[in-house]
């Protein structure tokens, strides 16, 4: 049951599993009524209109507003696409996950609309490779909307066509950075593109494309049918709307909870996820994924939004909090999100390919206590050098958590450095030194 | 193409001119501002941004931006040195260096490595990394001639985009992920390709090395000598590395009008064969004794003079201008004989090679690149000009060029092409008349290719001098058809079978055109001389670099007729079969060893300089030539390269404007110089227009198609192969690409033989036959096969005769099962 303290607008309804299937979402949201008003009686311009009215920021990480994203894809006859990325990939996001799962229709539905939008003939859903089970509910959903003639050729007799494609990843974090994705899906190796040019302006195949996250577009349908006001009632001035929140670690009640965006973080972590044990407390805390900036107890009267978020040195990225406890090692958890990226990394640019190899091998060292306190000045050098520099942001990805941990932490890195051994358990130092390369 | 706009630019704060929409980075070149960049190559296609080098500072933008692929704009202020940049910079040089062995001592890149340079003029200086570096088994092959060694490797993937865009045969790719990922092929199967060397001149660092010169100098032992490669008329640039006055190794040498910076691996690794053991070093005497040069050019002399005036014929094939022209002089006017050719295979008179010389028809290299469409016509440029096919599929992948191919053998272009047209053999001046025809309107089989070639625009045809025989003076139709003549940027380019034939052509060796194709008393052609000797009409011949019994169709007559010459002069590199039959032997020099000038195909004039010792005692084929004709009474005033030259521009009047200085290191066309005006035009008196002559001529030469059903056997096809000849034969790095004789046939014609791949047969036709292994390939024609000319054994010369032939096959074993 939803806790009151939610604000369900994505997850409405969510706990009845008829929304699955195109009759429930008819029936208990009403599904599809937007679309029909959309095709029937919208010009593009005007869903455009409402879309950037609305301030509807992107829900994948990077929090463009959707519908500036859509204005900058050019006009005229040409084969424009739209790619819906459901690659979520980052560690503590599993949000879209439950999106797809719970009401698939909802996004097939802001897909179609969002493909008016953008002029767009051909749309994919780019799914990662594990959503397995995900995937196979969209793939019935999708029949399901070709059946019933929102998708596919001449949509309710409006002339208007579009295709819909069910794309499974080959599993390789990256592939949701948008341009390696439109890489994987053309069955290229995923590997991020030089920009510009923008996706909006050379995306798949060449051709104009839009790309949006999974809950951007899931935000579609509703926001058309009731308007840009209704939509801002939600949220603050610069983050508006509801947003489904992953919460995950040291927390009571770890899951996916719809907020009003501006909610103070005390309330998301310590109200709606129950706060870590009984007789512990908030250390540190992910507040958008694992590629975020740690913040700090010290921060946990913070609103939940994008721009507090931004002010306070970190993001809110895909809305993943991830919480660590005062159990959790802070090196430790440095090390286990520099491995992610360095084995995620792609190899394609210098500083991620080699920074993240190198930072996880530095704090490999400070894990043995091979490492004097001069090595946490070149590690922090080191993210420093990553930032900024790099082709695509999975380098920066690494950087800036491992960074603010450095930071924030340097007193515990030194204490892990000094007593190395006697800090750690045999079973504890095992796993580490055999996850080190050869 | 849309115009041009210059924009001013400020980096570092001086004022650079730039074109507007060019890459930062080459901007800013031409400011002398040096960006490094390691994943920054132009040739190889678009920028990637991948190594994250060329970071400046960028006004108006908070991040760093990479000058490689940030097009300039008017008025971008630009900063390489700052603080926030340099730092940037070393950041990337340090990462670079993480994991990069810096074994330079023992590294073959050392001295000459843009890693190194790069890191002392932009990196920190020291290092702070005291971790272990990745480690892979090193060196390993790559490729028999290109090794690797993985831990130096930066993973710039040069060398993965030239394999994937460039020479588009995908082999290269890159491997794992992270600081994982490593080059390789799929299954570690060699890399093969004939222009796979290309990636170690592009490798920015030791990663890629040659094993023809791994450990064989240090770049402080050696020089760079700029040259031409003339193994083919493709006439690349080249740089040859010098050690001990000897070639060590081949580089290219960017000539964006000739080679755009690419090599083929004939010539990058075709070097070894200048010190081969069947090199002939020095001059000989019939039974290969020794002889010196006075005494050799006293018997030359004297045996041609014997031979009686007008009894001479000469054949001339690689040779540079000077050579060429001083041959028909020596045979013109020190011997009274109009016998001279420098065709292996026919083709049309001087009014037709007039005509199709004309400035307005011919197509310059760089024309490829921008032209709409692209007709490959009787050629495969990967056997006949490889660098061409590298620049067809630029124009294609780059420029969206529509390619055409029309050809008897399936080409190495043919995956790009929009329309393909297989005709028989011997029937291309038929195809061309039908293709002139459809262009016109009319519904023939070529109309398929008509429908890209015709409101093209600019059309660039690519023409095999194989066809010359029969179809030179339809082409003038096919020309006037597409209009090239009033189109810039269109044109035809021929790609001719000897390296320098367009330069032997317009110094003069043609039976009826002297240099600069003025009209001549007519002599005869090679396939007349050849009935000549054999008929005792002509008993002294002159070959300058010409192997008739392995290069010239119809193999038994050409001994015939070289056992009946009384009198043989032979001026050959190696010991050949016809070079065995010299009463005097004279050594020439290769492209390495040689002085003087060639012209490629499209006119450009580039010289050819002496950048090794020649072996033994060779002396420079012109001033042989130029002594024979001395003792034969005839002054010619060529006693160095410089009266050679000034002899060859004498002679030639539209070369009359060309000096050595213009020529330089880049070549020049001759149609772009003050005295094009002087090239002979089309028409008795020069008055005729060249449209007019082409209408004229292509009714002339639309010939109706042979009759396909005549005679029993297979309509026999050749071709030659890329690697046929000294270059697999006596080059010890090229000897595993050795081609064998092999019998290409269709899919239904080797069911009805009863034939299967690798089966081996005995291929037949009049007596004569050879033996070949069968490859049954879909996409030959029914009716049709094909043998490789010039390999040994089994030379497809033997079986021709001047005409098509049908062939009888025979099965001799069958491949085991």
Redesign the interface.
């Known amino acids: 049951m939803a806790d009151p303290r939610e604000t369900r607008v994505l997850l409405d309804k969510a706990e009845d599993p008829a929304l699955a299937t195109l009759e429930g979402y008819k029936r208990l949201v009403g599904g599809y009524a937007t679309l029909e008003k959309a095709y029937r009686s919208m010009e593009q311009d005007e869903i455009l209109k409402e879309l950037e009215d609305s301030g509807l920021r992107g829900r994948g990480g990077a929090g463009f507003s959707m519908g500036k994203k859509a204005s900058f894809l050019p006009r005229g006859e040409m084969q424009k696409y739209l790619c819906c990325n459901a690659d979520e990939s980052e560690p503590g996001a599993f949000k879209d996950r439950e999106l797809m799962q719970r009401n698939p229709h909802q996004l097939i539905e802001g897909i179609t609309i969002a493909a008016l939008a953008a002029d767009a003939g051909h749309a994919f859903i780019f799914i990662r490779g594990e959503y397995d089970a995900q995937a196979d509910i969209l793939d019935r959903a999708v029949a399901e909307a070709y059946e019933a003639g929102y998708l596919g050729k001449n949509i309710l007799g409006t002339h208007r066509d579009l295709e819909l494609v069910v794309h499974r990843g080959a599993g390789?974090y990256i592939c949701g950075e948008e341009t390696a994705l439109l890489d994987a899906l053309e069955g290229k190796?995923g590997n991020p593109r030089?920009k510009p040019p923008f996706p909006a302006v050379q995306g798949l195949y060449g051709g104009p494309t839009l790309i949006n996250n999974v809950e951007t577009l899931s935000n579609v349908p509703r926001i058309v049918a009731n308007g840009a006001e209704w939509f801002r009632q939600f949220g603050t001035e610069q983050s508006p709307g509801t947003k489904v929140v992953s919460i995950s670690g040291a927390v009571r009640r770890p899951g996916n909870y719809e907020i009003s965006l501006g909610m103070p973080l005390r309330e998301l972590i310590y109200g709606l996820a129950g706060g870590p044990e009984a007789g512990h407390e908030v250390k540190a805390f992910y507040p958008g994924g694992s590629s975020s900036p740690v913040l700090t107890p010290a921060e946990l009267d913070l609103p939940y939004s994008f721009e507090a978020m931004a002010e306070a040195g970190s993001m809110l990225g895909s809305g993943s909090i991830i919480v660590a406890d005062d159990r959790v090692s802070i090196p430790h958890m440095a090390l286990r999100t520099a491995r992610f990226y360095?084995?995620?990394?792609?190899?394609?640019?210098?500083?991620c390919?080699?920074?993240?190899?190198?930072t996880v091998?530095?704090l490999e060292?400070v894990i043995r206590g091979e490492a004097t306190p001069m090595d946490l000045d070149?590690i922090s050098s080191v993210q420093q050098?990553i930032m900024?520099?790099?082709?695509c942001v999975l380098g920066d990805s690494m950087a800036m958590p491992v960074s603010a941990m450095v930071n924030k932490f340097r007193d515990e890195f030194e204490e892990v450095i000094a007593n190395a051994g006697a800090s750690l358990g045999e079973e504890e130092l095992l796993p580490i030194l055999q996850g080190a390369?050869a | 193409m849309s115009e041009q706009r210059t924009v001013t630019i400020t980096v570092d704060g001086r004022e650079i001119e730039a074109v507007e929409g060019e890459m930062l980075h080459d901007a800013a070149r031409k400011g002398d501002v040096e960006i490094p960049v390691f994943c920054y190559e132009p040739k190889l296609g678009d920028p990637v941004g991948a190594c994250r080098m060329c970071l400046v500072e960028i006004e108006g933008i908070p991040k760093l931006q990479t000058s490689c692929s940030t097009p300039v704009r008017d008025g971008m202020v630009v900063h390489t040195r700052t603080e926030q940049v340099k730092h940037a910079q070393s950041a990337v040089v340090e990462f670079l260096l993480v994991n990069h062995p810096l074994d330079c001592p023992v590294c073959d890149k050392g001295g000459e490595c843009p890693l190194q340079d790069i890191s002392m003029g932009w990196g920190p200086g020291r290092s702070r990394v005291i971790d272990e570096k990745r480690h892979f088994q090193k060196p390993v092959e790559l490729s028999p001639l290109v090794a690797i060694d993985r831990e130096r490797c930066i993973l710039c993937y040069r060398c993965v985009r030239f394999s994937q865009e460039v020479s588009e045969d995908a082999q290269l790719q890159l491997l794992e992920r992270g600081d994982r990922t490593f080059v390789g092929t799929f299954d570690d199967r060699p890399y093969v390709g004939p222009f796979h060397g290309n990636i170690t001149d592009i490798c920015p660092v030791g990663a890629l090395t040659n094993y023809t010169y791994r450990f064989r100098a240090r770049p402080w032992d050696i020089e760079q000598a700029g040259s031409v490669c003339t193994l083919c008329p493709s006439q690349c640039n080249v740089a040859f590395t010098i050690r001990d006055e000897k070639v060590k190794r081949v580089l290219a040498r960017d000539n964006s009008e000739v080679d755009d910076g690419w090599l083929c691996d004939r010539g990058r690794y075709g070097f070894e064969m200048f010190e081969a053991e069947e090199r002939v070093t020095e001059p000989r005497l019939k039974g290969g004794v020794k002889t010196d040069w006075q005494a050799a050019i006293a018997r030359a002399a004297e045996g041609l003079k014997a031979a009686g005036a007008g009894k001479v014929a000469a054949l001339v094939g690689d040779a540079s201008n000077e050579e060429g022209l001083l041959v028909q002089r020596l045979l013109r006017e020190a011997l009274d004989s109009p016998h001279i050719d420098s065709r292996r295979s026919g083709g049309a008179g001087r009014e037709t090679i007039v005509a199709l010389s004309q400035p307005s028809l011919t197509a310059k290299v760089r024309d490829i690149d921008g032209a709409d469409a692209i007709l490959v016509l009787g050629t495969d440029p990967l056997h006949s000009s490889p660098i061409l096919d590298l620049r067809v599929r630029k124009a294609i992948r780059r420029n969206g060029a529509k390619l055409v191919v029309a050809t008897e053998r399936p080409t190495a272009l043919d995956g790009g092409a929009e329309a393909i047209a297989r005709y028989a053999p011997g029937e291309a001046a038929h195809f061309v008349g039908e293709l002139t025809k459809a262009l016109g309107g009319e519904e023939t089989v070529a109309t398929p290719l008509a429908e890209t070639l015709k409101d093209a625009g600019k059309v660039v045809v690519l023409w095999g001098e194989r066809i010359a025989g029969a179809a030179q003076g339809a082409l003038l139709g096919l020309a006037d058809a597409l209009k090239v003549g009033e189109t810039e940027g269109a044109g035809l380019l021929e790609i001719p079978d000897f390296a320098n034939a367009r330069g032997l052509r317009e110094a003069g060796c043609l039976p009826d055109a002297g240099p600069g194709l003025s009209e001549v008393a007519a002599g005869k052609s090679a396939e007349e001389i050849r009935a000549a000797l054999e008929a005792k009409e002509i008993e002294g011949l002159v070959l300058v670099g010409v192997d008739p019994l392995r290069d010239f169709p119809d193999t038994p007559a050409w001994t015939e007729a070289l056992n009946a010459a009384k009198f043989i002069v032979a001026f050959s590199t190696f010991e050949t079969a016809t070079a065995a039959k010299a009463d005097v032997l004279f050594p020439l020099e290769t492209h390495a060893e040689k002085d003087g000038t060639v012209t490629h195909p499209d006119g450009r004039l580039q010289r050819v300089r002496p950048s090794a010792e020649r072996p033994g005692d060779i002396r420079p084929g012109y001033l042989a030539l130029s002594e024979i004709a001395e003792a034969l009474g005839l002054e010619t005033g060529v006693y160095s390269q410089p009266t050679a030259f000034a002899a060859l521009t004498a002679a030639v009047p539209f070369y009359g404007a060309i000096s050595d200085e213009m020529i330089g290191g880049q070549g020049v066309r001759w149609q772009e110089t003050e005295a094009a005006a002087k090239a002979p035009t089309a028409g008795a008196g020069g008055t005729a227009s060249s449209d007019a002559l082409s209408r004229r001529v292509s009714a002339e030469t639309a010939p109706p198609a042979l009759s396909g059903t005549e005679g029993s056997g297979l309509l026999l096809g050749t071709y030659r192969d890329l690697w046929a000849g000294p270059i697999t034969e006596l080059n010890p790095p090229l000897k595993f690409l050795q081609p064998q004789q092999r019998l290409e046939i269709s899919l239904a014609d080797a069911e009805g033989l009863g034939l299967a791949s690798g089966d081996t047969v005995r291929v037949g036709q009049n007596g004569s036959s050879v033996e070949a292994e069968v490859l049954v390939k879909e996409r030959v024609p029914e009716g049709v096969c094909f043998l490789a000319e010039g390999v040994a054994p089994g030379n497809a010369n033997a079986l021709l005769n001047g005409g098509p032939v049908r062939v009888e096959i025979e099965k001799l074993s069958e491949v085991s099962a």
């Open positions: 390789a190796r030089l360095h084995h995620e990394s792609c190899g394609k640019c210098t500083p390919r080699e920074g993240t190899n190198w091998k530095m060292r070149i050098n900024g520099h790099c082709l390369p």
